[in-house]
């Protein structure tokens, strides 16, 4: 789906509110409370105020803005195939960008503005690595992937200033198989490069000493279950979340690891409850804090969904399966999770012909409500918007990949995390 181009593109997405749809029942609706638009830079695509905002009764949606990130691509550079954001930074993929030698956009928050503050591209600048393809980022530190050069390939920029170097090249450990780098995630000093190419999986675990990235682990699953370890990887601390979405005869299963001083041991793994073959749980994770988000987009015929797991002490109990209110099959719901704190965003790329969507979350206690459904409206098909979420705090940002004939989109989406 990533590397998919078809029809052409879109300016603005747009917020339609829904009915705060509970996951179970007695949900308290959440709310939406919009900020003030404005331009990403002189010049850039001028941002518009969300367009048809509103809620069932009693639901509490009010408003919400969204714009555009001004990523100047031309058709098959999809952009926005891959997403991070962490604060007042933003960093886009750009994997087929420049015959797939790749580029990935770093964006600066500025008041209201987000400007684009570097273009990263790798050291190698070889055709067809795919540079893009996974992004993160964790304050001054940003971890692009580049699954096919060579074996894969992860690069690690630092900031100094308002400048973004390259600090460290992560070539595929021996053994780890091809498209090593399929997924990234960083966490402080902590970064996690999934490998699922190998013959069981992998993900693995590099630390910064200084300006130098050092292997410290290779994550493996306990059973052995073979299912593309490592397809999607998350970290929050001394917390790895691993996906294997072909994992359990393709119903898919998720492995959280914790570290004790350089040690990391499995500790749980996870899977749907009345989870089924095809389901494909694991194929996007987030994690934050005590929270992990799974994705399944290939639950109820595709149609989709995801699952919220809780940990207390060392134990994780699932405590909500996430539906959209107004599902349909192919809708992929969940081939893109993103979470923070009480809030989640998933996307959901396949839906109404591929146009795509991203819905909203909030937990209120224990109990999952549906907050927003994230639409654009400009096109019919083959936008893919949704492929790609992220979120931070009370920003979410968004890919479509396949935008404006495969050059590719990216929007940021705010709203008032106080309200929630």
Do not use: C
């Amino acid at each position: 789906m990533k590397r998919t181009a078809l029809l052409a593109g879109v300016v603005l997405a747009s917020v339609v509110g829904v009915a705060g749809t509970a996951t179970t029942a007695g949900a308290a609706p959440a709310r939406v409370v919009g900020v003030a638009d404005a331009a990403t830079t002189a010049g850039a695509v001028p941002a518009q105020a969300a367009a048809g905002l509103s809620a069932g009764a009693g639901s509490g949606v009010a408003s919400a803005a969204s714009w555009q990130l001004a990523v100047p691509e031309t058709a098959g550079a999809f952009a926005g195939s891959a997403v991070a954001v962490s604060g007042p930074v933003a960093v886009v993929g750009v994997p087929g960008r420049d015959s797939a030698r790749g580029a990935a956009y770093v964006f600066a928050r500025k008041g209201a503005k987000w400007p684009r503050q570097a273009v990263l591209t790798a050291s190698h600048g070889a055709v067809a690595a795919d540079f893009g393809d996974s992004v993160a980022v964790s304050g001054s530190v940003a971890v692009i992937g580049a699954p096919f050069y060579k074996q894969g390939v992860a690069y690690v920029f630092a900031r100094n200033g308002t400048k973004w170097l390259q600090q460290a090249v992560l070539a595929a450990p021996r053994g780890a198989g091809p498209v090593f780098a399929t997924s990234v995630a960083v966490s402080g000093s902590t970064a996690v490069i999934g490998a699922p190419g190998s013959a069981d999986g992998a993900a693995y675990v590099f630390v910064r000493k200084g300006t130098k990235w050092l292997q410290q682990a290779r994550l493996t699953a306990s059973d052995g279950a073979k299912g593309a370890l490592g397809n999607s990887v998350a970290v929050s601390g001394s917390m790895a979340v691993v996906g294997a979405p072909g994992g359990n005869s393709g119903t898919g299963v998720a492995y959280v690891f914790v570290r004790e001083g350089t040690a990391w041991s499995q500790q749980a793994a996870l899977s749907a409850s009345g989870g089924a073959k095809g389901d494909s749980f694991g194929n996007s994770v987030a994690v934050s804090g005590p929270v992990a988000v799974v994705g399944a987009p290939g639950r109820n015929t595709d149609a989709g969904a995801a699952y919220v797991f809780v940990r207390k002490g060392a134990t994780w109990s699932q405590q909500a399966e996430l539906k959209a209110s107004d599902a349909a099959a192919g809708d992929s719901l969940g081939w893109s999770v993103a979470a923070s704190g009480s809030v989640a965003v998933l996307g959901a790329p396949g839906r109404k012909s591929s146009t795509g969507a991203a819905y909203l979350f909030a937990r209120s206690g224990s109990t999952w409500s549906q907050l927003a459904e994230l639409t654009d409206p400009a096109v019919t098909g083959g936008d893919f918007f949704g492929v790609a979420v992220a979120m931070s705090g009370s920003t979410a940002v968004i890919g479509a990949s396949g935008a404006n004939r495969g050059a590719g989109a990216a929007y940021i989406v705010s709203y008032a995390e106080g309200s929630l």
